[in-house]
Protein backbone atom coordinates (compact mmCIF):
# COMPACT_ATOMS: atom_id res chain seq x y z
CA UNK A 1 0.00 0.00 0.00
CA UNK A 2 2.83 2.33 1.12
CA UNK A 3 4.66 1.82 -1.96
CA UNK A 4 1.53 2.32 -4.56
CA UNK A 5 0.78 5.56 -2.27
CA UNK A 6 4.62 6.59 -3.07
CA UNK A 7 4.22 6.18 -7.05
CA UNK A 8 1.08 7.50 -6.92
CA UNK A 9 2.62 10.88 -5.54
CA UNK A 10 5.19 10.35 -7.67
CA UNK A 11 3.10 10.76 -10.93
CA UNK A 12 1.22 13.50 -9.94
CA UNK A 13 4.61 15.08 -9.02
CA UNK A 14 5.49 14.43 -12.50
CA UNK A 15 2.54 15.67 -14.03
CA UNK A 16 2.60 19.06 -11.63
CA UNK A 17 6.57 19.35 -12.70
CA UNK A 18 5.71 18.61 -16.80
CA UNK A 19 2.64 21.36 -17.01
CA UNK A 20 5.23 23.99 -15.44
CA UNK A 21 8.00 22.81 -17.57
CA UNK A 22 5.23 23.13 -20.44
CA UNK A 23 4.14 26.63 -19.10
CA UNK A 24 7.75 27.37 -19.20
CA UNK A 25 8.92 26.40 -22.45
CA UNK A 26 5.35 28.46 -23.99
CA UNK A 27 6.36 31.84 -22.23
CA UNK A 28 9.14 32.11 -23.19
CA UNK A 29 8.52 30.99 -26.87
CA UNK A 30 5.88 33.89 -26.53
CA UNK A 31 8.53 36.16 -25.23
CA UNK A 32 11.03 35.45 -27.58
CA UNK A 33 8.71 35.75 -30.54
CA UNK A 34 7.63 39.59 -29.07
CA UNK A 35 10.93 40.60 -29.15
CA UNK A 36 11.89 39.40 -32.44
CA UNK A 37 8.33 40.89 -33.52
CA UNK A 38 9.34 44.26 -32.10
CA UNK A 39 12.90 44.32 -33.14
CA UNK A 40 11.70 43.70 -36.46
CA UNK A 41 8.96 46.32 -36.47
CA UNK A 42 11.52 48.98 -34.97
CA UNK A 43 13.98 48.10 -38.17
CA UNK A 44 10.88 49.01 -40.55
CA UNK A 45 10.72 52.17 -38.60
CA UNK A 46 14.39 52.81 -38.61
CA UNK A 47 14.14 52.27 -42.41
CA UNK A 48 11.21 54.66 -43.25
CA UNK A 49 12.76 57.52 -41.21
CA UNK A 50 15.89 56.71 -44.10
Known sequence: MGLAG???GI???WRFL???AAAAVIG???TWGLVVILS???QQQGD???
Open 28 to 30: ATA
Open 40 to 42: EIA
Open 11 to 13: HLN
Open 18 to 20: STI
Open 6 to 8: ETK
Open 48 to 50: ADV
